[in-house]
């Protein structure tokens, strides 16, 4: 194959790697939503295909988040350091879903949190700027926005309420009825402290489980 067949190939594979992560969003965004055709280009040139490795920081604490970012594949988490130096987890996402630290997103102040990549991800990013056009340019969009927004509220009344009445076992329990790959994919530190809880009870609550 010469140069110019070896770069067509390489631009194909990742044409079509790329549509297939547009497709996985606009498969969720047209399950409730009647998007135009008109739409849905908007909504393929303003999402951003982007990969990353396992461990890459996207968006670093004491920062405006730049991103809000859709997860086709792969798990992120979002973390603060304590005064003591520890890494506290406070959201584990599960793919696919969107992800970013919401409210310092929408308001564009400075977050308190870091936003990391667990394992290898492939996602679709859009800015701020780029969220506002879509949204003043399409009602559609607007609702769909509304939408992830308030899902993303009701999560964590939902995530507060289950830290306050739930044991340590349940809430465990709880997480891998919900969400069972997590186990495979997320180190179990994290898990823990997403959990409220240190690693070494995780590890005795896992034992008693699997007796």
């Given at each position: 194959m010469n140069k110019a067949g070896f770069v067509?190939?390489?631009?194909?594979?990742?044409?079509?790697?790329?549509?297939?992560?547009?497709?996985?969003?606009l498969q969720e965004m047209n399950s409730d939503f009647n998007f135009s055709s008109d739409e849905i280009e908007t909504v393929k040139l303003y999402f951003e295909p982007v990969s990353?490795?396992?461990?890459?920081?996207?968006?670093?604490?004491?920062?405006?988040?730049?991103?809000?970012?859709?997860?086709?594949?792969?798990?992120?988490?979002?973390?603060?350091?304590?005064?003591?130096?520890?890494?506290?987890?406070?959201h584990i996402n599960c793919p696919p879903g969107f992800f970013t630290s919401y409210t310092h997103f929408i308001s564009q102040t400075r977050s308190e949190d870091h936003v990391q990549c667990i394992t290898d991800c492939n996602l679709l990013r859009i800015t701020k700027e780029n969220l506002d056009k879509l949204v003043s340019t399409s009602q559609t969009m607007k609702d769909f926005s509304i939408s992830v927004f308030q899902k993303s509220i009701a999560y964590n009344e939902n995530r507060s309420r289950e830290l306050s009445v739930l044991n340590a076992e349940q809430?465990?329990?709880?997480?891998?009825?919900?969400?069972?790959?997590?186990?495979?994919?997320?180190?179990?530190?994290?898990?823990?402290?997403?959990?409220?809880?240190?690693?070494?009870?995780l590890s005795r609550i896992r034992k008693r489980i699997i007796k």
């Open positions: 067509l190939a390489i631009f194909v594979r990742y044409s079509e790697k790329y549509f297939i992560m547009h497709d996985r969003l990353y490795s396992k461990n890459t920081v996207l968006e670093e604490a004491g920062n405006i988040p730049e991103h809000l970012y859709y997860i086709v594949s792969g798990y992120l988490r979002l973390f603060y350091m304590d005064e003591g130096g520890s890494e506290i987890t406070t809430r465990y329990l709880k997480l891998i009825e919900n969400y069972p790959e997590i186990i495979q994919n997320v180190p179990i530190q994290y898990i823990a402290s997403f959990l409220g809880m240190k690693p070494e009870s």
